[in-house]
């Protein structure tokens, strides 16, 4: 659960009482402290005490807010002369993730700065972390995470993602500081919902897993789940009515034997009963074709009468962090192989962007034959209610607790679409639990603990979401049906709680069924193929 810290008052407390604790300069990273939660501030630093191991330490800091740089011009009144920004609206909760500023997070540290007159006030954040994404190129070295972090933050204001430590970025403010470009949030108004979920009322049904039986048929969960999808794709009818738009770079050859058509329109006819985008525009490009690309989306927009957004800018960060400050042409050429998509207006205008490596062999890889674009579009899905469509940054209601689901999601319902046969799929399902997150050195938790841990707060590591999402889904796919999760999203856009939610769909309260579902995935893990 959330926690809101003293971090107001202890910035008053440093101003005004530096160093006036007694062991003050004992406390800095690693040294050893008393009672877990405590907290100090020295030199600008906020140390929090935490438990490593059996050690009470103190943690790497947090840094605070930057003096104002000395200036022999008159210096005008601040027009906020508090030390830290506090939002006026304390419900909405947005999650921010950086574009830039390439990180290692054993030493490196950050903090969300808003801009109030001349200063640059810290925000106080409700949670935060690291992920592994956009930064993998060996030329960072250990520089290869991006932060993010959930805040209030008002409509209008502008920010900036303030850095301390080992940070690749371009520009530093005049204490050597890493600092990112100026950000200013969008002040939506929103207009009457033009998307309106569609109520879903899953039939009642005898099935063979439940979640009374479910721990003695582990081993029948992957199968009973992909037959499921398989009969639901069968029976379903494909809507009608979206406008779609597919443009594929001159220089980018897309992978798949089928073509990108086919591959949307069955995540399409699968996902029938659902409430979905109105129109899409899917863009495919290498970083070779990245600008035209852009092109090409800023016409769809004007076509579209599209008002929210901004995936142009999403699309240069498909490439671009993989490239590294002062690449030289040869290297922009590299792999440009993220993917994302998403609801991104109130009259359900949905993109997919999808960078496509230029290697034939990484063009060659499973999950590229079909699987990326089922995926993509199921995120659209997902987005495709008035809540996260207003504005991208807010969560859904609990969604923080959440983020296995997006992914793990996608990633089921992408690979058991795209795989011809159950034997195809379990060697992708199978191959992504274990190779996947521990290339990348995201190996996660798989002990019972752990796994129960990362399902209930499930934004320790956003990325843990493709493996362990992943089973989490394949296992309540088996036990409702594998469009039963997204029933979790719609029954979320009529106001419901995630817990809420969950009870209405599958019978049982979430915190009873995280034991279950845990136990089961600690056994898929344990299995030989899965024990890497």
Not at 43 to 65: E, I, P, R, Y
Not at 95 to 124: D, M
Not at 171 to 180: E, F, I, K, N, P
Not at 317 to 325: D, E, I, S, V
Request: aromatic fraction near 8%.
């Amino acid at each position: 659960m959330r926690k809101i810290s003293t971090f107001t008052s202890l910035i008053i407390l440093a101003s005004t009482l530096a160093l006036s604790h007694a062991g003050a300069a004992s406390v800095k990273s690693g040294a050893t402290c008393t009672k877990s939660g405590l907290t100090s501030t020295v030199s600008n630093v906020k140390f929090t005490c935490t438990k490593s191991g059996k050690k009470l330490v103190w943690d790497k800091g947090v840094l605070l807010a930057n003096p104002p740089t000395p200036s022999s011009s008159p210096t005008p009144t601040p027009t906020n002369t508090s030390n830290v920004y506090v939002a006026k609206d304390q419900k909405t909760v947005r999650r921010l993730y950086a574009t830039e500023g390439c990180s290692n997070p054993s030493n490196t540290t950050f903090v969300i700065q808003v801009k109030s007159g001349p200063l640059w006030l810290p925000v106080e954040p409700l949670d935060s972390g690291w992920i592994q994404k956009g930064c993998s190129d060996p030329a960072f070295g250990t520089k290869n995470s991006l932060p993010w972090v959930n805040v209030h933050l008002d409509g209008g204001t502008t920010y900036r993602w303030l850095y301390t430590g080992e940070v690749n970025i371009k520009a530093h403010d005049g204490q050597g500081h890493g600092v990112s470009a100026e950000i200013t949030l969008p002040v939506f108004t929103p207009p009457p919902p033009a998307v309106i979920p569609i109520p879903i009322a899953l039939p009642v049904v005898q099935r063979e897993i439940t979640f009374a039986n479910i721990l003695d048929n582990v081993e029948k969960v992957a199968q009973v789940a992909f037959e499921s999808a398989q009969k639901i794709y069968l029976a379903n009818t494909a809507p009608t009515g979206m406008k779609s738009m597919i443009w594929i770079g001159p220089n980018t050859i897309p992978a798949g034997t089928t073509s990108e058509e086919e591959r949307i329109a069955k995540a399409m006819k699968f996902w029938s009963g659902f409430n979905q985008p109105k129109s899409i525009g899917l863009f495919f490009f290498n970083t070779q074709d990245e600008p035209l690309a852009e092109i090409a989306y800023n016409k769809w927009r004007n076509d579209n009468n599209v008002t929210g957004g901004n995936p142009a800018s999403m699309m240069r960060n498909l490439c671009l962090p993989n490239m590294g400050l002062g690449a030289t042409p040869t290297e922009m050429l590299k792999d440009c192989g993220a993917a994302n998509a998403g609801v991104i207006d109130t009259n359900g205008n949905a993109v997919g962007n999808f960078g496509v490596p230029n290697e034939a062999s990484e063009r060659a890889k499973p999950y590229r034959q079909g699987g990326i674009e089922i995926h993509e579009f199921t995120h659209m899905v997902q987005t495709a209610n008035p809540r996260n469509a207003t504005d991208p940054t807010i969560l859904l209601p609990e969604e923080n607790y959440t983020c296995w689901l997006a992914e793990g999601q996608a990633h089921f319902v992408g690979k058991a679409l795209a795989s011809n046969s159950y034997k195809d799929y379990l060697q992708e399902r199978n191959g992504e639990a274990k190779y996947r997150t521990a290339s990348n050195n995201l190996v996660p938790p798989r002990d019972l603990a752990g796994v129960s841990a990362y399902l209930f707060k499930s934004c320790n590591d956003y990325d843990w979401g493709y493996a362990t999402g992943m089973l989490a889904v394949e296992a309540l796919s088996a036990i409702g049906g594998a469009n039963s999760t997204m029933a979790l999203y719609a029954e979320q856009a009529k106001g419901h709680t995630f817990s809420e939610s969950f009870k209405l769909v599958y019978g049982i309260s979430w915190e009873q069924a995280i034991p279950i579902l845990a136990q089961v995935i600690v056994k898929d893990y344990s299995v030989p193929s899965m024990n890497g």
